[in-house]
């Protein structure tokens, strides 16, 4: 049976792991609750409250950085759901702590757990410029729009400190190599100043991902993301400064924010954006449960609508992996969702995202040191 039955014992003692006080006590500014073991794990932990612990109060969990020295950063894909073939990921894990983020799977890698673990055991690349640059360096190496934020957020918390972001968009400025950035987060307006000189030569746009316009509903989803509002304000400030600018409604969830999406894409229109997208909730590996138990702590009497409607967008699964209607779904709800989207974009003027491309044309390779200078 699907969705929330408190009349089933299975179902009463997964409400009762999920709001132990251990559980509780993790919670807050955390997207997820639990902390269970990756699918590689051989043995799996989780949370019993055996009622000895009722009065005792726990810290939260704190945010750890490991520095991972990369043997290379550019990841190129063949996806024929993306528009570009080469990403670059700064940080493993990301501190916004996105209840429904797709990335969570991928710290089982790790040996971490995709909940807990994934937003508060990080993993920085502070070698990730320097190996940037001799990558571009390479003689058989071909220009093509690089983005930035594809499976965790560039600009996320702990950027502040180890600007590794910025490191590497300097590399970028300096071989006029084009970019593309996603975000969350208002501190990619700290590199105006890279990114308004690389705009005027076409070589950088920026999207903003905004979920939601309800702040309390976004600190429950995202809670170390920038507030909407400012997200909206980030948007605004770009577009006036010359940066082409998207707004993703991202990612749509039925029952929980999918009646925004009018109005998100408006914001944006306000904001100045050119294009827009969005992408229907993805529920893959141990995301489904992690989901599940967030609906379970803050809208268990949704449970069993929201999966079910999710369910119906994915040929009656939880997720559905392939090519094409993975991002988008199938069936009535999807293509009604779809629909509103179209309709919403023809209205305000926006373009479909990544209806233009960026130039390759003034891609200068950088020198390293040692290297032979070119004769022409």
């Keep these: 049976m699907n969705g929330f039955d408190p009349r089933d014992p299975a179902e009463a003692e997964r409400v009762k792991r999920v709001e132990t006080p251990l559980a509780r006590a993790h919670e807050r500014g955390r997207g997820t609750v639990t902390n269970a073991g990756g699918r590689f794990e051989k043995q799996q932990r989780e949370a019993f409250d055996d009622g000895w612990q009722e009065d005792e109060v726990l810290p939260p969990f704190r945010t750890e950085t490991t520095m991972e020295r990369a043997v290379s950063v550019i990841t190129r894909n063949d996806s024929l759901d993306l528009s570009f073939d ?130 309390t509903l976004a600190r429950k989803l995202e809670p170390r993301a920038s507030i909407p509002a400012r997200r909206i304000d980030a948007l605004r400030q770009l577009s006036a400064a010359g940066i082409p600018t998207a707004i993703l409604a991202s990612p749509m969830i039925p029952a929980i924010n999918d009646h925004e999406i009018e109005a998100i894409l408006e914001a944006g229109a306000e904001a100045g954006v050119e294009e827009a997208n969005y992408i229907l909730i993805r529920l893959p590996l141990e995301l489904r449960e992690l989901f599940r138990e967030w609906l379970l702590v803050h809208y268990p009497g949704k449970l069993r609508h929201v999966l079910s409607l999710v369910q119906s967008m994915r040929s009656g699964a939880d997720y559905d992996s392939r090519f094409g209607t993975r991002q988008t779904g199938t069936g009535p709800y999807a293509e009604l969702l779809a629909k509103r989207f179209r309709i919403a974009c023809q209205r305000l003027g926006i373009k479909r995202r990544h209806a233009s491309r960026l130039r390759t044309d003034l891609f200068t390779p950088p020198v390293l040191p040692g290297t032979q200078m070119s004769l022409f």
Excluded: W
């Excluded at 702590?97 to 971490?112: K, N, T």
């Excluded at 390479?138 to 093509?144: A, I, M």
């Design 86 to 215: 080469r990403s670059i990921n700064p940080y493993r894990g990301c501190e916004h702590g996105c209840s429904y983020c797709y990335a969570r799977p991928s710290h089982a890698y790790l040996g971490l757990s995709p909940g807990l673990d994934f937003e508060s055991r990080l993993f920085a690349k502070p070698n990730a410029a320097e190996l940037l640059e001799r990558e571009l360096a390479h003689p058989r190496y071909q220009p093509r729009e690089i983005a930035l934020g594809t499976n965790t957020d560039p600009y996320q918390p702990i950027e502040r400190h180890y600007r590794i972001t910025r490191q590497i968009l300097e590399v970028l400025a300096r071989t006029q190599h084009p970019v593309t950035i996603v975000t969350k987060n208002a501190m990619v307006l700290r590199d105006l100043d890279l990114l308004v000189p690389m705009a005027a030569k076409g070589l950088a746009r920026v999207a903003l991902s905004v979920t939601t316009l309800d702040g």
